[in-house]
């Protein structure tokens, strides 16, 4: 068996060299990965426990809520750890399932993103018909259908991924295993990973974020109509902070994946990656459910009921 087969582990970066740096980087890390759990776990007992908020809106709210409390999981606390104890090391094993359940993750998010985008455009553009497209069947086949999809290509791509030798190093440049940075420490023939990576790209990815940004530019085509100004102000402050965070997840994450590794930085990519694997999941409760006024009645309700005792 030739040596470049017989890693048995790989060896993850820390967020900075300097105990200090990496102290202050590591806390502030784990405080944005608590405050993502704790603000998802809010909508996702406040959807659940409030029968008003049965509507495919929070059917899907609920659904990403329980994705991110998963995605954010996959990296944070593990990178945390790593960095405050210097425990570097992760097995192959180890580093397979995290790919997997990075790549599944993803790809169900950005789906999910997808079909709320649908859902929004539905309700202030097609009021009437609203009922009628988003019916609770349509709601649980497209959540089956992303989670089906992102199950087969989370898949291919771990499996194609472990297929390669690994023998340039085995120190991964990143503070978990991605597939970018895998192969760039992979010494056998990459370009048909790329390929597929460059195919999820524009297949899945690309179409999501066109029909995202159809999505919105009509929604707001639409509220330009609206004669009330304040009506008008309350739908541009839903729409723009949804679009951005659609931006940071996309934009952040498909320069670290297909810029050259010629001009690829550790710090760079690392601080990158932040942007689609941590700061998702920390914003999305607050842009879509904690500044809402139903979520935030259904919060006050839950209190009263488990913490005011009469």
């Avoid at 370009?191 to 999820?200: G, S």
């Avoid at 940071?248 to 590794?261: I, T």
Wanted: aromatic share 12%.
């Amino acid at each position: 068996m030739d040596n470049s087969t017989l890693v048995t582990e790989f060896f993850l970066e820390v967020f900075a060299e300097t105990w200090e740096l990496r102290v202050l980087l590591s806390v502030l890390f784990l405080l944005m990965y608590l405050g993502s759990l704790l603000g998802n776990l809010i909508i996702i007992i406040a959807t659940t426990v409030d029968h008003t908020l049965n509507t495919p809106m929070y059917f899907f709210l609920r659904n990403l809520s329980i994705l991110d409390m998963g995605y954010v999981s996959v990296t944070a606390p593990n990178a945390c750890i790593n960095s405050f104890t210097n425990h570097r090391n992760i097995s192959v094993a180890g580093c397979a399932t995290q790919v997997f359940l990075f790549s599944f993750s993803a790809t169900v998010e950005i789906q999910f993103l997808t079909i709320m985008a649908q859902d929004r455009y539905v309700a202030i553009c097609k009021p009437l018909l609203y009922p009628m497209i988003m019916n609770h069947q349509f709601c649980v086949q497209m959540t089956l259908a992303s989670l089906l999809i992102s199950l087969i290509l989370a898949s291919v791509h771990t499996s194609k991924t472990f297929q390669l030798s690994f023998c340039h190093s085995n120190v991964v440049p990143h503070f978990f295993c991605d597939i970018p940075s895998l192969l760039r420490l992979s010494c056998s023939d990459t370009f048909n990973n790329k390929f597929l990576i460059f195919l999820t790209a524009i297949g899945l990815s690309g179409s999501c974020f066109t029909f995202i940004v159809i999505s919105y530019v009509r929604i707001l085509s639409t509220v330009l109509k609206i004669p009330v100004k304040g009506e008008r102000g309350k739908a541009f402050s839903t729409c723009v902070p949804h679009i951005i965070v659609v931006n940071l997840f996309l934009c952040s994450g498909a320069y670290v994946y297909f810029k050259p590794p010629a001009i690829s930085e550790i710090v760079e990519d690392m601080t990158l990656s932040v942007f689609y694997t941590i700061v998702p999941p920390f914003l999305n409760p607050i842009i879509y459910s904690l500044r809402n006024k139903q979520i935030k009645e259904a919060v006050k309700k839950l209190i009263f009921r488990f913490f005011i005792v009469e």
